[in-house]
């Protein structure tokens, strides 16, 4: 049997408002010891406002977290000295050479002299920063602050490290090198880092928590939110005649298990359907059955596997946009009655 896991990081229906803005509106996760989380959600989501309270950075408004126990109301200076931040605009003192600003990093956190010399070449050869480090932090590329930014983060050795946006204004093969680099360092930290990128989380993180309007939405492993969360995604072509298009999905859209049915666009002679179901049963036999009972010629009929991408589209999407999506295909399907009548 495995051990009990640690839980490292824990937050307790956390909230930030400002003013009317629920930044972070009653979130609770956890994070294991040695686990890599991936922090998903849309421009706004929360997804920093939760990571500067984990960082001690910014107070709750309610609720509390705790980082290797320790609360952030109570224990920050403990928190602070256990982790490692990587802010989304990585504050640096700008006029300082990539050495001289290592350095006093070091010196803020308390690392002895005789240590400091090897910890801080450790870190130049982890980020690659061989090449700059001589260099003026304010004028070297975005990517290259980037890499700053991690020795920064990482220098002192800490046991969890958040990361808001590691790979964001990195080129590609940088992005490949961090995610590499992230990868290694979750088999001995605790990691979470934040992204809209699918396939970072998808490469790098064990679990994702997704966040959409300071809420989390969900939570679990990439391939888990895509297998149980969703449901199928079916193409259905059929021959056009006369006036079968809104009976037709009148009677894909009656199947049980159906959850959405739209008319997409089609060739001509052709009308097609993108429907969306329920739970993960598979129904290409009621939906030909349906096609057929309306007399209806089948072309073509596929069952398609929700990609993370629909998964996040799915669950981010505003209540708004669902709503009005809504109101449109019900007024679709009155006005293709009456069409019929
Ligand atoms: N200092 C602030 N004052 C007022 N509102 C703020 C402040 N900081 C953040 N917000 C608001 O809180 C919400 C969450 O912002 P946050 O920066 O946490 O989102 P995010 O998920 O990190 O987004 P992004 O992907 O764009 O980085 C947004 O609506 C934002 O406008
Ligand atoms: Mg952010």
């Known amino acids: 049997m495995t051990q009990a896991r640690e839980v490292m990081i824990r937050a307790v229906d956390l909230s930030k408002h400002y003013g009317s803005t629920r930044a972070v509106d009653g979130i609770s996760f956890e994070v294991f010891r040695k686990e890599v989380v991936g922090f998903l959600g849309p421009n706004g989501a929360g997804k920093t406002t939760t990571m500067k309270i984990l960082t001690c950075f910014l107070a709750p408004t309610k609720g509390d977290a705790f980082v290797g126990g320790h609360s952030v109301w109570e224990q920050s200076l403990e928190i ?57 932090v304010g004028e070297l590329s975005k990517g290259f602050r980037q890499r700053v930014g991690l ?15 590691p790979t964001s204004g990195l080129d590609p093969n940088q992005i490949a090198e961090i995610r590499a680099l992230i990868k290694e360092l979750g088999k001995e930290k605790t990691v979470i880092l934040s992204t809209h990128i699918l396939p970072e989380v998808q490469n790098t993180c064990g679990r994702v928590v997704i966040i959409n309007q300071g809420r989390l939405v969900a939570d679990g492993a990439p391939e888990e939110l895509q297998a149980r969360l969703e449901g199928a995604h079916y193409h259905v072509v059929v021959e056009k005649s006369d006036g079968n298009a809104a009976a037709l999905k009148g009677t894909l859209q009656g199947i049980t298990g159906v959850k959405t049915c739209n008319q997409v666009e089609a060739p ?30 089948l072309l073509e009929l596929r069952r398609d596997a929700l990609s993370l991408e629909d998964v996040f589209r799915k669950l981010t999407v505003s209540d708004d946009a669902v709503e009005a999506r809504a109101r449109a295909a019900q007024a679709e399907s009155k006005q293709g009655a009456a069409d019929n009548a």
Do not use: S, W
């Open 80 to 136: 602070r000295k256990m982790l490692g931040y990587l802010p989304e605009d990585t504050p640096l003192y700008r006029d300082r050479t990539v050495l001289e600003y290592l350095e006093f990093i070091a010196d803020v956190r308390g690392i002895e002299r005789d240590a400091r010399r090897a910890k801080i070449k450790n870190m130049v050869e982890v980020c690659g920063l061989g090449t700059v480090i001589g260099r003026v």
């Open 151 to 165: 020795a920064q983060a990482m220098i002192h050795d800490p046991e969890v490290l958040i990361l808001d946006e």
């Open 268 to 297: 001509e002679r052709e009308v097609a359907f993108a429907i969306d179901t329920v739970g993960q049963a598979d129904l290409r036999r009621e939906l030909r059955l349906a096609v057929e009972q309306n007399g209806g010629g």
